[in-house]
């Protein structure tokens, strides 16, 4: 969602004209500051800059809410590790003491011995598979759940800064991620680990002496992984960095596809999205042929060491100091850890990755939202008042500190009072009825509602006594009626109906062969913006508010719903406190004060009549506006 701002009057087009290569940046030569995104400015933990495992901690919490389900999971892991770890010893039994008319018997016991550990090897294995795959699933839904009641709480300068494709990588693609390291990577890693241990203790068991070799040269094969693992974890967040980027970009895109068809820019577009994902799959590439490098030198490494080890055995065989099945029993445990180590290598390039992608998520999971609930939080009356006050508010847009939209600005509603707020793009407004809705903390002076300055209340209270109608309205992909009910969710069809009625709503949803629940498309684009816009009334109607701001919010209606609408907005003014922005001046002419905002300040107060007759502002753009109207109806006729 982004929201409405108030940029100064005085850009114009040949201020965005592109310089030359050798000039400064854009942003630089506009004296603007640059968009921003969640890897680079937003409170972004420079430790995560270059991610290591413990990027997987702060998400651990929400594993350790399953300690069941994870102790399950261990025991079968156990038990499917120890099944195979009893192999290479029938193995043997059966090269010392088989292959002998006398020793048939035997071999049959130790056979069917073999067909029962196979037996609690698959069981274990499926059981292991069954309960780690869910808990890597349990998990990843409860951390999407998590980031997406986190960003619910983030306040407008977080979304006037990041990219919304962004926020969505992290919620799919990341977690994705994320969910192969608490599922199908953990339950390899681990069942690895505890067949890597189990069959390094038995060859030690076995063989005392080749052991000695082996164990030499674990770390010779360890240390060169643990440091190269680093770049592979490196490279794998800038890979999933890559592709968030080309997500923002076609998010954007798509959602503004009819103005791409209508400025024939579909070329462009589809270069610019094609050069985000060449450059996503460039850093995919070098992420993946950096793993490949790694699993390749792991994988020589331990099986020319397990090759080394196997020959010496082999001399002792020939020597006499050990049995063939005995080299057979320490060869197969050999086998068994390197077949291990090597699985690890691999699992550890895709662990890191998830790491990686566990440090992005929880850069969102870090954001503290500048907007929030005091510890020493006061209470609104109980019995609204519908008092709204500005005491000397100035105010500069976070990511704008040095524009000033505000200065200095100071005025007062009491209850059931109806003020208008009036003045050029730019002046001011909008931003007014931001601060009102606490989207944002003034800098200086204070916004109160009910005689309680907004940033010592709840904000869900305080946005509780206030109905808003934004300029451009927000229609969301539900029914009709669930639209309107977005307002108040525990409202009745019955009240739904009335508000559509009093909007001039069930005048067009009527028509419609499913009515109120007729789907609307996402972002209302299957109805028109006079449509959009009431159905955005009919929901501040519902929502039956002390406080109403109101925002152009007739602005997108022909003459004839005009009227129908501002007809029912007359109605629900009466006894609440109202706030209202309108260029167009013939809407507010019944208002009971005018505000004129000139370049963040108020420059004149009155009524329509004192302001006409004052000469100033006020008088000149009244002036514009009905001569306009006067000479439009003069040529229809």
């Not at 042929?289 to 010496?312: D, E, H, K």
């Not at 005995?326 to 290598?345: C, K, N, P, T």
């Amino acid at each position: 969602m982004r929201l409405k701002t108030d940029f100064p009057p005085y850009f114009t087009a040949k201020d965005w004209t592109l310089p030359p290569q050798s000039a400064k940046p854009v942003h630089e030569t506009l004296k603007i500051r640059p968009r921003y995104t969640l890897t680079s400015a937003i409170t972004m933990q420079s430790t995560r800059e270059r991610p290591s495992l413990s990027a997987l901690s702060p998400l651990l919490p929400f594993a350790l809410r399953y300690k069941g389900r994870m102790l399950a999971a261990l025991v079968a892991l156990i038990m499917a590790s120890t099944a195979t770890l009893v192999i290479p010893l029938a193995v043997r039994r059966m090269i010392d003491y088989g292959f002998s008319t006398e020793s048939a018997a035997l071999i049959d016991r130790y056979f069917l011995m073999m067909v029962a550990v196979v037996g609690v090897l698959a069981l274990a294995s499926a059981s292991r598979y069954y309960l780690v795959m869910t808990l890597g699933e349990r998990v990843v839904a409860d951390i999407r759940k998590a980031v997406f009641d986190h960003l619910t709480k983030l306040d407008a300068t977080f979304y006037d800064t990041t990219r919304s494709g962004e926020i969505v990588s992290r919620l799919t693609a990341d977690a994705t991620m994320i969910k192969s390291a608490f599922g199908a990577s953990a339950s390899v890693a681990l069942r690895n680990m505890v067949l890597f241990i189990g069959a390094v203790s038995l060859m030690v068991f076995t063989s005392p002496h080749l052991s000695g070799l082996v164990l030499v040269a674990i770390p010779v094969i360890v240390l060169p992984l643990v440091v190269y693992g680093r770049d592979v974890r490196r490279r794998s967040r800038e890979a999933q960095d890559r592709l968030a980027d080309a997500s923002a970009y076609a998010t954007e895109a798509i959602g503004s596809m009819t103005t791409t068809q209508a400025f024939t820019a579909e070329t462009i577009t589809q270069k610019r999205f094609a050069d985000a994902v060449e450059d996503a799959f460039e850093t995919a590439r070098q992420s993946t042929t950096a793993r490949a490098f790694l699993t390749a030198v792991a994988i020589f490494l331990i099986f020319a060491s397990v090759v080394i080890v196997l020959w010496w055995g082999a001399q002792d065989v020939l020597a006499g100091r050990m049995t063939g099945g005995r080299l057979s029993q320490f060869v197969l445990y050999a086998v068994f850890s390197a077949g291990a180590l090597g699985e690890l290598s691999q699992v550890w390039g895709e662990i890191s990755a998830a790491a990686g992608a566990a440090g992005r998520i929880a850069d969102i999971l870090d954001i503290a939202p500048r907007i929030s609930t005091p510890a020493d939080a006061v209470a609104l009356p109980v019995q609204p008042l519908g008092t709204l006050r500005f005491d000397k508010v100035s105010f500069s847009y976070p990511s704008r500190p040095d524009l000033q939209v505000l200065d200095g600005i100071t005025f007062a509603l009491e209850k059931g009072e109806r003020v208008a707020l009036v003045g050029a793009s730019g002046a001011g407004k909008s931003t007014i009825m931001q601060l009102i809705l606490r989207f944002y903390d003034v800098d200086q002076g204070s916004v109160s509602i009910d005689g309680c300055d907004l940033r010592r209340v709840d904000p869900q209270s305080a946005r509780g006594r206030l109905a808003y109608v934004p300029q451009e309205a927000v229609i969301f992909a539900a029914s009709v009626r669930d639209n309107i009910r977005f307002g108040k969710p525990d409202a009745t069809d019955a009240e739904v109906v009335e508000a559509a009625k009093l909007a001039a709503v069930d005048s067009f949803v009527t028509e419609w062969p499913e009515g109120y629940d007729t789907m609307i498309g996402e972002r209302g684009v299957t109805v028109s913006g006079g449509q959009r816009q009431r159905i955005a009334i009919a929901r501040a109607i519902l929502r039956d508010a002390p406080i109403l701001l109101l925002d152009e919010a007739t602005s997108a209606l022909d003459a004839e719903n005009e009227t129908l609408v501002q007809h029912a907005l007359d109605g629900l003014m009466q006894g609440r406190t109202t706030l209202v922005i309108a260029h167009r001046l013939a809407t507010i002419l019944e208002c009971d004060r005018i505000l004129v905002m000139d370049g963040g300040r108020i420059v004149e107060v009155g009524t329509h009549e004192t302001l006409v007759n004052s000469g100033g502002l006020y008088a000149r753009l009244a002036q514009l506006q009905f001569d306009a109207g006067a000479r439009a109806l003069q040529s229809s006729h």
